[in-house]
């Protein structure tokens, strides 16, 4: 299906588990995003990729990886989850356009993640 | 940093009622996007806009660009059921093409 998609929707992990959130997007849009939504701090971002092998940190990087390997793919790691990690984590795309700012970015659904 | 500020955290309206909601910012912004999240989803691009003044519609939903361009404004009209659900404001980083930067996003329900 065309679009972005995220899996898997939903997770539960222990604590100091290793745990990767996956992202795909058809669209072959340049930049994708990871955020994350907290209730009563909105969506923070947590990295974010320009192109295929270019990444760099958002506003809350500590404790989470990315990689980007294939345009399409955006995976998020977290390598040893905490309960602070406990939250919904969207993935987001927006396609580049050479000589202007763009900016409407695409969610996809959504990954609500338990740290138990 | 630069910050967007919605509020009220909540409205409740009557269905048939319009209601209108706005952004503001302490920073100069040259772009506002204006999204729309279901209980359960992903946050939904609803209008975007580009320049200042600019007013755009979308179905029952109306954006204005502010003139000083350090607000934004979304009205929707004549509201019903399915309009429940968070309505984000978003601007761009300063000089960071690509980044968005969100308000914490007005909760609006909707009374049958």
């Known amino acids: 299906d065309a679009g972005i998609t995220q899996s898997p929707r939903y997770k539960i992990t222990e604590t100091g588990r290793q745990v990767t959130l996956m992202c795909h997007q058809t669209?072959?849009?340049?930049?994708m995003f990871w955020y994350r939504q907290d209730l009563g701090h909105g969506l923070r971002l947590i990295y974010y990729s320009a192109a295929a092998d270019i990444t760099d940190k958002g506003e809350v990087p500590d404790g989470y990886v990315v990689s980007r390997s294939k345009t399409e793919n955006f995976p998020l790691t977290l390598e040893s989850a905490t309960r602070s990690q406990t939250s919904v984590y969207f993935c987001?795309?927006?396609?580049?356009?050479?000589?202007?700012?763009?900016?409407?970015?695409?969610f996809g659904p959504g990954t609500r993640l338990t740290v138990t | 940093g630069q910050q967007l500020n919605q509020s009220p955290q909540s409205m409740f309206i009557q269905e048939g009622e319009d209601v209108s909601m706005n952004c503001t910012s302490s920073?100069?912004?040259?772009?506002w996007l204006w999204y729309k999240q279901d209980p359960g989803e992903g946050p939904v691009l609803l209008i975007a806009l580009y320049k200042a003044g600019e007013l755009t519609s979308n179905g029952r939903l109306t954006a204005q660009f502010g003139i000083t361009r350090k607000d934004s404004f979304l009205n929707i009209s004549a509201s019903i059921p399915s309009d429940v659900g968070i309505y984000f404001c978003a601007g761009p980083y300063t000089g960071a093409n690509s980044k968005l930067t969100f308000g914490k996003g007005i909760t609006l329900s909707v009374r049958p």
């Open positions: 669209w072959s849009h340049s930049y």
């Open positions: 920073s100069i912004f040259n772009t």
């Open positions: 987001a795309s927006t396609l580049a356009r050479s000589g202007t700012g763009t900016y409407e970015q695409y």
